[in-house]
């Protein structure tokens, strides 16, 4: 079994600014890493995933995310958030080896304001 | 290409009252998943359907729920007998490969009076 902690349940920040929101994960077996985030009023859109490779993940919208293997960790990063960037995002794991169910954690909401 | 659609987006009954709701996955994704988003919480696995069959439905809370896939494309999820406490969004998603990247619908929003 997997879990998923997102420590922040809100993270308001200024236009402009960088942003870090943290993800823990915790499971027996090795993981995919995702990043989904969910607009008002709309289904989660996938932002960033992580399935082997390189730590250091790419996304839409300028967001990117690193995997720390040791800490059971993976961040999300922006340099510079926008204020449409306001939305609840979500970090996933899901088991390695086929089809399998994600886990979420409780959602963290980015305010950005001007 | 179209993405995952489920109808409808809004869903009001009452207490005691059946509902179904549908989700239409992404041509020729295999793999199909139901989950339920409560408010302030991360959604929470229902079920999966690997073609027609539910591969896994350990998440289904009580046998008032339900989900069929019969032709392994559209789903429908069927809930009797419903009670304040079913209140929540339900997203569908569908995936292709075993990388597992899953693309979800907007949601159904049932509320539950």
């Known amino acids: 079994a997997q879990s998923v902690t997102q420590l922040d349940s809100q993270v308001p920040v200024f236009e402009e600014a960088p942003v870090e929101l943290r993800c823990n994960y915790s499971s027996s077996v090795s993981v995919y890493l995702f990043w989904y985030v969910q607009y008002p009023n709309q289904g989660l859109q996938l932002l960033l995933k992580?399935?082997?490779?390189?730590?250091l993940v790419k996304g839409i919208n300028g967001f990117e995310a690193e995997f720390n293997k040791s800490q059971t960790s993976f961040h999300l990063r922006k340099p510079s958030v926008h204020i449409s960037d306001t939305a609840e995002y979500f970090c996933?794991?899901?088991?390695?080896?086929?089809?399998?169910?994600?886990?979420f954690g409780k959602g963290t909401m980015l305010l950005v304001s001007p | 290409g179209a993405g995952v659609s489920q109808t409808p987006s809004n869903k009001v009954t009452e207490k005691g009252k059946y509902v179904e709701l549908r989700c239409d996955p992404i041509s020729g994704h295999t793999a199909l998943y139901w989950y339920r988003q409560s408010l302030g919480q991360g959604p929470e696995f229902l079920i999966y359907f690997q073609g027609t069959g539910a591969a896994d439905d350990s998440g289904l809370p009580n046998d008032r729920f339900f989900a069929v896939r019969p032709e392994g494309s559209v789903s429908t999820l069927k809930i009797q007998r419903t009670e304040r406490g079913d209140s929540a969004v339900y997203l569908c998603?569908?995936?292709?490969?075993?990388?597992?990247?899953?693309?979800f619908g907007a949601g159904t929003r049932l509320s539950v009076l």
């Open positions: 992580y399935l082997s490779g390189s730590t």
């Open positions: 996933a794991v899901s088991e390695i080896g086929g089809y399998s169910t994600l886990t």
């Open positions: 998603a569908s995936s292709l490969d075993s990388q597992n990247i899953q693309y």
